[in-house]
C-alpha cells in the first residue's frame, strides 16, 4: 500500500514537501520513487530510491530535477519524503509515489519498474 499527501497551490520560486509512505513489503530489497505526469505527457520518474538488503540506501533522480528536489527517508526507510525548491511552472504534475518489491533492472526511475501506486497528488505552480 502506498499513500502521498502534501500536494496544493504554490508560488513560482518557492518550495513543497511531498511525504509518501510504503506498506506491505515482502522483501527487504526494495524501491520506493516519485513520479510525476503533466497533462498530454508521459508519466516520468523524478526521484528514487533503492534500498539493499543490508539496509543502505542509494537515492537516484532525473536530470530535469537535480539541484532542486531532493529525497529523504524516516527511520522506518518505508516513506520518502520529496522536498522541492525553486519550483517552476514546468514542474506543475500529478506528483505519484510508486513502490516495489526488489530491484529492477531498467533503475528506478523508469515506470515500469514499480509494481504498487498511490494515488497522485496535484502541484501546482503559477508565475
Known amino acids: 500500500q502506498v499513500a502521498a499527501s502534501g500536494g496544493g497551490p504554490v508560488q513560482a520560486g518557492a518550495s513543497r514537501r511531498l511525504s509518501c509512505t510504503a506498506s506491505g513489503f515482502i522483501e527487504s530489497e526494495r524501491l520506493i520513487g516519485w513520479f510525476r505526469q503533466a497533462p498530454g505527457k508521459e508519466r516520468e520518474g523524478v526521484a528514487c530510491?533503492?534500498?539493499?538488503?543490508?539496509?543502505?540506501?542509494?537515492?537516484y533522480y532525473a536530470d530535469s530535477v537535480k539541484g532542486r528536489f531532493t529525497v529523504s527517508q524516516d527511520d522506518g526507510k518505508n516513506t520518502l519524503n520529496l522536498q522541492m525548491i525553486s519550483l517552476k511552472p514546468e514542474d506543475s504534475a500529478t506528483y505519484y509515489c510508486?513502490?516495489?518489491?526488489?530491484?529492477?533492472?531498467?533503475?528506478?526511475?523508469?515506470?515500469?519498474?514499480?509494481?504498487?501506486w498511490g494515488e497522485g497528488t496535484l502541484v501546482t505552480i503559477s508565475s
Open positions: 510508486a513502490a516495489r518489491n526488489g530491484w529492477y533492472v531498467g533503475g528506478c526511475l523508469s515506470k515500469d519498474a514499480m509494481s504498487y
Open positions: 530510491v533503492y534500498i539493499d538488503d543490508s539496509g543502505d540506501a542509494r537515492t
